[in-house]
């Protein structure tokens, strides 16, 4: 058997099929939640897909216009390609006409910390290759782009969906950019996005790098555009090299730990049963200050928002609490509450979700 060996690419067969050497092992895929199985928010519940709203974790879409389109993990309920449980589909929610300044993007940023050996912005630009499997009830071609964080630099790509309700399997080689500003620390790397429909404003010619913010290519299909359309994604890869190799799966709690880094949802998974969030101690007999740890260190100080919560001393009471203030830091956060309730000063108090589905602490620090 012919084989070929790249420290970039791996070990290409002579049927085309890929295998990682060393030089590949580690974070093959700079794409977080790329199987599309982690849903901290909606745990697959349907959602209307405004701007800036995250229907799975890590992805989200940017919009122009509101109601324009719902968002879901495993939506339609159809059968995902082999080798994966769930995916991320869109439906239009009307037929839309694009106007020359709108988007609808699905859209993942990348951390500039997860692209910085790409070296993008220089002369020893490396290229990578995006792969992903995709479903949608239009055929045509599609559209969408990479961005620098302040978009003055932008790569439109297209790629073709040849037969409606049918799961295809994608791969785009890029050159690396060796112009423009490229994010190599806790900020915007880069940002992935596949079209959904893009006005002509914001589209550009496929397969050249430009200085121009485009979100797709010019003369891409519009999702929106048609009452009821589907679009459905999933198995999404950006890796280093000039091939697409198989699919990087990470363990469960891997890949749940990565996406905490970016949002983390403290609750009681939904149980109905009680869920300790911190302790901390009883400051005035109806005040209280918890000390709360996340699960993983976050990107960035997140914001936080806070729901149906409880203190409780374990002794003689507890209270509905109401959220006084929140200080968070990278990886901790004070929380002070007042309650009803008259407790003695200097005792532990515990920051709770007592038999509520729908109690929480979400923690946000997204690109």
């Excluded at 996340?294 to 919560?309: G, N």
Aim: proline letters at 2%; hydrophobic letters at 35%; glycine letters at 10%.
């Amino acid at each position: 058997m012919t084989v070929s060996i790249s420290g970039t690419d791996g070990v290409t067969f002579n049927d085309s099929s890929v295998q990682n050497t060393a030089a590949k092992v580690g974070m093959v895929n700079r794409i977080i939640n790329g199987a599309m199985v982690i849903d901290q928010r909606n745990a697959g519940a349907s959602i209307t897909a405004n701007d800036d709203t995250y229907a799975i974790d890590r992805f989200k879409t940017a919009a122009s216009q509101s109601s324009k389109l719902t968002a879901q993990q495993n939506a339609g309920s159809v059968t995902p390609p082999a080798g994966f449980s769930k995916y991320l589909g869109y439906t239009s929610s009307s037929a839309y006409s694009i106007g020359t300044s709108d988007y609808f993007v699905c859209q993942q940023s990348i951390e500039g910390f997860n692209i910085a050996d790409l070296a993008w912005g220089t002369a020893s630009a490396s290229p990578i290759t995006l792969s992903f499997w995709v479903r949608s009830s239009l055929t045509g071609t599609f559209g969408g782009s990479l961005r620098n964080a302040d978009a003055s630099r932008s790569y439109p790509f297209t790629y073709t969906i040849s037969a409606a309700n049918t799961w295809e399997y994608e791969t785009i080689t890029i050159a690396g950019d060796t112009s423009g500003t490229w994010g190599s620390s806790n900020g915007i790397g880069v940002a992935l996005g596949f079209g959904l429909g893009v006005g002509s404003t914001l589209s550009g010619t496929a397969g050249a790098w430009a200085g121009a913010n485009y979100r797709s290519a010019t003369g891409a299909t519009s999702v929106v555009g048609t009452n009821g359309a589907t679009f459905y994604i999933t198995g999404v890869q950006l890796e280093k090299g000039s091939t697409a190799t198989s699919f990087d799966y990470r363990p469960y709690g891997t890949e749940l730990a990565l996406c905490q880094r970016y949002f983390a949802k403290m609750d009681n998974d939904g149980s109905g049963g009680d869920a300790t969030l911190g302790l901390g101690m009883q400051q005035s007999t109806t005040g209280a200050a918890i000390n709360i740890k996340y699960p993983v260190k976050m990107r960035a100080e997140p914001t936080a928002s806070i729901s149906s919560l409880q203190v409780s001393n374990l002794r003689d009471f507890s209270s509905n609490a109401t959220l006084a203030s929140i200080s968070p830091t990278y990886d901790t956060a004070t929380i002070s509450v007042t309650h009803s309730a008259s407790g003695a000063i200097n005792l532990p108090i515990y920051l709770q979700i007592t038999n509520n589905t729908s109690g929480f602490l979400a923690l946000s620090a997204e690109l």
